[in-house]
């Protein structure tokens, strides 16, 4: 199953490389082969605007989720002990409603294996390797030698923060300009991973459920701090795919966010400020003021007595 996701993955990337290498040759400037790292980057397109409309249908589908919430809550709290008529009249619910909750995972399963394929092909790109190996995945020897030796801004795209002086003589690299551009790119990456989650974090608005909080702060916090880790074994390639892939995930929310607003609540957002009500007028005192003239009313009664 994986030999077929690599085979794509690795069809999609020559098939740009070839692209741009028309256009640059195989020159490269600042230190950078273009028509591979162009060739990564096109990839993500590729893949993210194949999942575009699997992307729209999950938001579609996380708004009417969100609309049914009352309707959800009201079931769970009539069939509180009876879990097996709950899951029945929720899955009606859903079902009537056209709301399925696991749509919000199809583009994260998608993209698991697009992203396994293109780590594994990278790692893949070793000097080393035998030439019955180079030629798996469709490549060719020329294919496989001309990535193999790929850079951006002087660093191989198949080299890592952790790659040894060994592996890095094999790739003919410097080993301070690789740790400079990975770090660079690695926090990029989580710059982005955060600024993806807090931006639908902040138009959504927090949960007020203490669970769902938890892992909107999961999703905040925890994965870009995960990646530091992961960042460390990464080939180049691999984060620069993570990084176009983040820079779009921000295009295409921005976009979803606006088109597909999430339904309004008479509760406001956590960190919004309410509007303050206006101050009613104090009573009019009816009792004259000092030096006043009486009025026709008290004059008439003055007369009377």
Avoid: C
Avoid at 76 to 100: F, G, I, P, S, V
Wanted: overall charge positive; proline content about 7%.
């Amino acid at each position: 199953m994986m030999a077929v996701v690599y085979g794509a993955i690795s069809g999609i990337l020559l098939f740009w490389h070839g692209a741009w290498q028309l256009l640059f040759g195989d020159a490269a400037a600042l230190g950078t082969d273009w028509a591979w790292v162009l060739g990564i980057v096109f990839l993500v397109l590729t893949v993210r605007g194949v999942l575009f409309p699997v992307y729209v249908r999950q938001i579609k589908s996380q708004r009417a989720m969100q609309a049914l919430q009352p309707r959800v809550k009201e079931i769970q709290e009539r069939h509180k002990d009876d879990r097996e008529t709950m899951q029945k009249e929720l899955l009606e619910l859903y079902r009537t409603e056209k709301a399925n909750p696991l749509t919000a995972f199809l583009p994260m399963l998608v993209q698991i294996p697009v992203f396994l394929g293109l780590f594994h092909v990278l790692r893949h790109l070793k000097p080393t390797m035998p030439e019955h190996m180079k030629t798996l995945y469709g490549w060719t020897v020329t294919q496989f030698d001309s990535a193999s030796s790929a850079t951006l801004f002087g660093a191989p795209i198949a080299a890592s923060l952790r790659s040894g002086a060994q592996e890095l003589s094999l790739l003919g690299a410097d080993g301070t300009t690789v740790r400079i551009v990975a770090a660079i790119l690695i926090v990029t990456m989580i710059a982005t991973t955060y600024l993806s989650s807090r931006q639908m974090i902040l138009r959504t608005g927090w949960a007020e459920d203490p669970q769902q909080r938890t892992v909107q702060r999961l999703m905040l916090y925890g994965i870009p701090f995960s990646l530091l880790v992961s960042g460390l074994i990464f080939p180049i390639g691999v984060i620069i795919y993570w990084v176009t892939t983040n820079l779009f995930s921000l295009a295409q929310q921005t976009w979803v966010l606006r088109k597909y607003p999430p339904p309004t609540s008479g509760t406001p957002k956590a960190g919004a400020t309410a509007t303050p009500a206006r101050a009613t007028p104090p009573a009019r005192s009816l009792a004259p003021r000092p030096g006043a003239k009486p009025t026709t009313a008290r004059r008439g009664a003055t007369r009377g007595r």
